[in-house]
């Protein structure tokens, strides 16, 4: 089954889990898969396990270590759940890893372009593909981001990519699209990409919005002369950028406050008369 084939029902929520000392939101807050099982039962569709930071800054970690962090949880998940389960990684060895212990879904933030052998690996895999934007690389992407026009060029790179993975042998009915929200993108940035969600929708690949949190919202906070909310207190911030990309054509938004989004949807489904 696609992820594609889930969204009959309407969008779907992926929950982060993120198994790393050093996240921007949560790194070492909670025991994941305790942390798993308390969103599935919020209604996440979709869990995003991840293993490696890729804040603002981050520090690399090797595969090894990786596969470490990652495996016992989506394992044990597996074992237990039916849904689809993503690996978030940039290194297609934990990809494959992840795989053989129960993920159906590889979420790649540098859209398969880290390694020669990422693309191979996608099609070798079969399942279904998150291609993301990413300007540079976790530890210097906010260093001095700059684009002439930020909606197309993160469109044409994106549909590139996507054409890549087709090359390679991904089916096109697997692949996803996502603007990268937050990386290597500055305020005004991050708020063109989400304004032309149903432009970036429009190419027949679902797209995917991951603003949960980030530092985009404190940032505008502030430009508004508010006090800058830390990462904890973006949920209000996180659901009106979602909603807006739901309103737009987005088929999934990923978040850490899986029923604060889920509520979110519900009502506006409802004034919505869907």
């Known amino acids: 089954m696609t992820l594609l084939s889930r969204t009959t029902h309407g969008p779907l929520v992926m929950g982060i889990i993120n198994v790393t000392p050093d996240s921007f939101s949560d790194g070492g807050a909670y025991d994941p898969v305790a942390q798993a099982r308390r969103l599935i039962a919020e209604g996440a569709d979709v869990l995003d396990i991840g293993g490696e930071s890729t804040r603002p800054g981050a520090e690399p970690v090797s595969a090894e270590a990786e596969i470490a962090r990652v495996l016992p949880v989506i394992s044990a998940i597996a074992a237990e759940w039916p849904g ?29 372009s880290h390694t020669p052998e990422s693309l191979e690996v996608a099609a070798e895999l079969g399942g279904d593909i998150i291609l993301m934007h990413m300007q540079g690389e976790p530890r210097t992407m906010q260093a001095a981001p700059h684009y002439d026009d930020v909606v197309g060029e993160v469109e044409a790179w994106l549909l590139a990519r996507a054409e890549a993975a087709m090359q390679a042998g991904v089916a096109r009915g697997r692949i996803w699209l996502d603007p990268g929200i937050g ?35 404190a940032a505008l906070e502030e430009r508004e002369g508010a006090v800058a909310a830390a990462a904890q207190q973006r949920i209000g911030g996180t659901l009106a950028v979602h909603l807006h990309a739901i309103a737009n054509g987005v088929k999934m938004v990923r978040v850490h406050d899986v029923l604060a989004m889920r509520q979110a949807m519900r009502v506006w489904s409802a004034l919505q008369g869907a």
């Open 183 to 217: 990386f290597g993108k500055t305020l005004d940035h991050n708020l063109a990409l989400i304004r032309a969600a149903d432009r970036l929708a429009s190419h027949g690949f679902p797209l995917l919005m991951a603003a949960s949190r980030k530092r985009f919202i």
């Open 84 to 112: 689809a389960i993503s690996i978030d990684t940039l290194k297609p060895q934990v990809a494959r890893a992840a795989f053989q212990a129960g993920a159906t879904v590889w979420n790649d933030v540098t859209a398969l």
